[in-house]
């Protein structure tokens, strides 16, 4: 485990797990590819094109994984010490040379994919630089949860528009207004799993750690998640209806079903604010994470 590569994988393990950000990368990536591609009518892409803009996309995840460990540093070695930076299983200096290394072969991907990607790119990685630094108002909005989730998870929509760019070549601002809603409602898919994963029950609340429940109560707590999940569904709606003008209904039936369970766990855990209850809660946010894009992309092949 002292080893270079054990040690990274380790931290993998805890702190980006392979196998399930692989999964919700090939369903966020597969849901607005297909949404992105049949706006000129042009055939899809090639597969090496979709292989090259997929691990484009795992890497842009990975980067913000990192850039939030190395944000978070100082108030993990306070109250997560256990996390593989705070307890100093990777140090600083090469944490560091990992990031950069990362992020210099999303460039080379990005350049290869064409001059639309690699433009989508450089928007992206100056926005999650921007988010690295706190927008420079770290002291300022760290204490308010809500407005720290929300401009970092408008990441999402920036993710969308590169693989929108993979899809077609086109750079951002000739994205047509179908997929800039589906682009947007990535924001709010991504705020549902923010909101639901630092929500609790009341015996797991920790002093100093702030969280959802402790903030606007379960019953708050669920609302605001509701609210997300509404947006996210109506922008789907708005760009799938506007893309497939002969019909959709298939393609929004499912991802309604997914909605529809997300808020049901989150019924339950009102009824049961415990630990529990909010347990099964999470675990809901993070299968909607996964299994709405998923539902998009097996609604869209239905039409198609």
């Known amino acids: 485990m002292n080893s270079l590569p054990g040690r990274w994988w380790q931290f993998l393990r805890e702190r980006h797990e392979p196998l399930g950000i692989s999964l ?32 484009l996309i795992w890497l842009c995840f990975l980067h913000m994984r990192l850039f939030d460990e ?9 109250f997560n010490p256990e996390r593989p930076l705070a307890r100093g299983l990777i140090g600083l200096g090469e944490f560091g040379v990992g990031t ?10 990005a350049a290869f994919l064409g001059w639309g990607v690699f433009v989508s790119y450089v928007f992206l990685l100056c926005f999650t630089l921007l988010m690295r630094m706190e927008f420079f108002v770290g002291d300022w909005m760290r204490p308010k949860l809500e407005l720290y989730a929300i401009t970092h ?27 800039l809603a589906v682009a947007l409602g990535n924001w709010f898919v991504f705020n549902v799993f923010e909101f639901g994963r ?49 019909g959709c209904a298939g393609l929004l039936l499912y991802p309604a079903v997914i909605a529809a369970l997300t808020m049901v766990a989150g019924l339950y855990y009102i009824a049961v604010p415990d630990k529990s209850g909010a347990k099964i809660y999470r675990r809901t946010v993070t299968f909607y994470l996964l299994a709405y894009h998923a539902a998009i992309f097996v609604g869209w092949y239905g039409v198609n």
């Open 198 to 246: 630092k929500t609790f029950g009341r015996d797991e609340e920790r002093e100093g750690v702030e969280s959802y429940s402790n903030r606007l109560s379960p019953a708050g707590a669920v609302a605001l998640l509701g609210v997300n999940v509404a947006a996210a569904y109506a922008l789907l709606w708005v760009g799938a209806t506007a893309r497939f003008t002969a």
């Open 24 to 55: 919700m990368v090939a369903a966020f990536f597969a849901a607005n590819t297909v949404m992105a591609w049949p706006a000129d009518g042009r055939e899809p892409p090639d597969w090496a094109r979709l292989v090259a803009g997929y691990a």
């Open 70 to 78: 190395v944000k978070d540093y100082a108030v993990d070695r306070e």
């Open 100 to 109: 950069l290394l990362c992020i210099l072969t999303e460039g080379v991907i």
């Open 153 to 179: 998870t408008f990441s999402a929509s920036m993710l969308g528009l590169l693989i929108h760019a993979v899809a077609t070549g086109r750079q951002p601002a000739q994205a047509d207004g179908a997929f």
